[in-house]
């Protein structure tokens, strides 16, 4: 009886919801017309409340923007010829922080304050980055640089390992080969270290390096509580 019941049930929800995405289907013209308008009012409503707020802030992103490309465009070309990893790793560090921090505006135009703040938390850690890399040697920005090759390696395994029940495109045997081998040289010019995470960051941090350790080593760490607010969300 059980059994029986339990059939009927799941027959019944089959249905109608092949019933419910028939009509929104049918209606889809004006349902998009109808939440398009009402989001239109919403950020309108909502960049009139925030506007002076809003408007330093882009103020902000875009003079760090154009401050960030004058630098790309007189010196890029300089730091690779003389391999100033610092600069390199730093400019890089720079456009991925505008980046975000575009992303951060637009959730907070669009009405959604908890997206900005978990996109918040990836500007705080390349903040703290990129003033570790500055305060220290070169080399630890080589380290930095270098470390995105074993990065890739244990995306490329992650890939392989769950390609199948993820419906993933994994890399091709050779290419796996290749990112394998790229990984190796890393490993072998700087030591096993630089293969854990965060381990671009010896032999600069006492222990295992992690981003806390950052945090204190460039005394951001009083940032932590918004940090870990950030991460629950």
Same mark, same amino acid.
């Given at each position: 009886?059980?059994?029986?019941?339990?059939?009927?049930?799941?027959?019944?929800?089959?249905?109608?919801?092949?019933?419910?995405?028939?009509?929104?289907?049918? $209606?889809?013209?004006?349902?998009?017309?109808?939440?398009?308008?009402?989001?239109?009012?919403?950020?309108?409503?909502?960049?009139? $409340?925030?506007?002076?707020?809003?408007?330093?802030?882009?103020?902000?992103?875009?003079?760090?923007?154009?401050?960030?490309?004058?630098?790309?465009?007189?010196?890029?070309?300089?730091?690779?010829?003389?391999?100033?990893?610092?600069?390199?790793?730093?400019?890089?560090?720079?456009? +991925?922080?505008?980046?975000?921090?575009?992303?951060?505006?637009?959730?907070?135009?669009?009405? %959604?304050?908890?997206?900005?703040?978990?996109?918040?938390?990836?500007?705080?850690?390349?903040?703290?980055?990129?003033?570790?890399?500055?305060?220290?040697?070169?080399?630890?920005?080589?380290?930095?640089?270098?470390?995105?090759?074993?990065?890739?390696?244990?995306?490329?395994?992650?890939?392989?390992?769950?390609?199948? $029940?993820?419906?993933?495109?994994?890399? +091709?045997?050779?290419?796996?080969?290749?990112?394998?081998?790229?990984?190796?040289?890393?490993?072998?010019? %700087?030591?096993?270290?630089?293969?854990?995470?965060?381990?671009?960051?010896?032999?600069?941090?006492?222990?295992?390096?992690? %981003?806390?350790?950052?945090?204190?080593?460039?005394?951001?760490?009083?940032?932590?509580? $918004?940090?870990?607010?950030?991460?629950?969300?």
């Amino acid at each position: 009886m059980e059994k029986i019941i339990g059939n009927a049930i799941t027959k019944a929800i089959a249905e109608l919801s092949k019933a419910v995405f028939s009509d929104c289907k049918k $209606r889809l013209p004006e349902m998009i017309s109808e939440y398009a308008e009402l989001e239109s009012g919403f950020r309108e409503r909502n960049y009139q $409340r925030w506007k002076d707020g809003f408007d330093l802030l882009q103020m902000l992103i875009v003079t760090s923007q154009e401050t960030g490309e004058a630098i790309n465009i007189a010196e890029r070309e300089k730091a690779y010829r003389t391999q100033d990893w610092k600069l390199e790793a730093l400019i890089n560090i720079h456009a +991925r922080s505008v980046l975000v921090a575009r992303e951060i505006f637009s959730l907070m135009k669009n009405g %959604f304050p908890d997206g900005a703040l978990g996109r918040w938390r990836t500007l705080h850690e390349l903040s703290v980055i990129a003033l570790f890399l500055s305060q220290h040697q070169k080399i630890v920005s080589r380290r930095y640089i270098a470390h995105r090759h074993i990065e890739a390696f244990k995306a490329a395994k992650q890939y392989r390992e769950h390609q199948k $029940r993820a419906n993933l495109k994994a890399p +091709r045997d050779k290419e796996f080969e290749e990112i394998s081998q790229i990984n190796d040289l890393v490993v072998a010019e %700087f030591g096993k270290e630089i293969a854990r995470d965060w381990g671009w960051a010896k032999p600069e941090l006492k222990g295992s390096p992690n %981003f806390s350790e950052l945090e204190k080593s460039v005394r951001m760490d009083h940032w932590r509580p $918004r940090y870990k607010w950030a991460c629950a969300e």
